[in-house]
């Protein structure tokens, strides 16, 4: 079974490019939902609080937006909490892909190149979508502001630095139809060796 990873900026479209692969029959891991399940877990919660501050909890809950406001104005906190949260989502994703039964399984992440897991993949797609378009997605999708939506870009690689690390390209700008590149892509991943 191949291991595919499909990554591009904060609002690039990855969500909905996920959703025709699933309809074309391909297992899809969001890592990021996954990673969500984690501050579920009573006790990494009570790690988190312990390294970030009770601050983030509300409720015994995890404060997303406060957690937020710490780790995307602070590299080195935001590494901090990368190093805590992506091995239990790395994890997951190996025990899920193990029971998957298709020629090839996605985990769909914004930040798999930055955080060092491209080589943990066959083929990497990167969703290239024009920044300000991105934005506007992201802004509308999250309810933040412009500003919110390019400090958390600035925390991932561009979208030109993506594409050179990518074996296929997706473009996603509001003019190029998607499904034909959609299928040829899976088409690619298929019948190739």
């Not at 060092?116 to 934005?135: A, E, M, N, R, Y």
Request: charged share 30%.
């Amino acid at each position: 079974m191949k291991n595919i990873a499909l990554t591009g900026t904060i609002g690039s479209g990855k969500t909905l490019i996920c959703s025709v692969f699933e309809r074309l029959g391909v297992p899809v891991f969001v890592a990021d939902k996954e990673a969500i399940k984690c501050y579920k877990d009573k006790t990494f919660l009570s790690e988190i609080a312990t390294e970030f501050g009770n601050k983030i909890l509300e409720n015994g809950q995890l404060n997303k937006k406060a957690l937020a406001n710490i780790v995307f104005t602070d590299n080195k906190k935001l590494e901090k909490l990368n190093s805590m949260v992506h091995p239990r989502v790395l994890e997951m994703y190996n025990l899920w892909q193990e029971s998957q039964k298709a020629p090839y399984t996605i985990m769909e992440s914004a930040i798999v190149l930055e955080i060092g897991w491209g080589k943990k993949f066959d083929k990497i797609i990167t969703v290239d979508s024009p920044k300000k378009i991105s934005i506007e997605r992201a802004m509308k999708r999250d309810n933040l502001s412009y500003d919110e939506i390019e400090e958390r870009m600035n925390n991932q690689f561009s979208n030109e630095e993506k594409i050179k690390r990518a074996d296929y390209i997706i473009h996603h700008d509001n003019k190029t139809m998607l499904l034909p590149q959609i299928l040829e892509i899976n088409n690619q991943i298929i019948t190739k060796k």
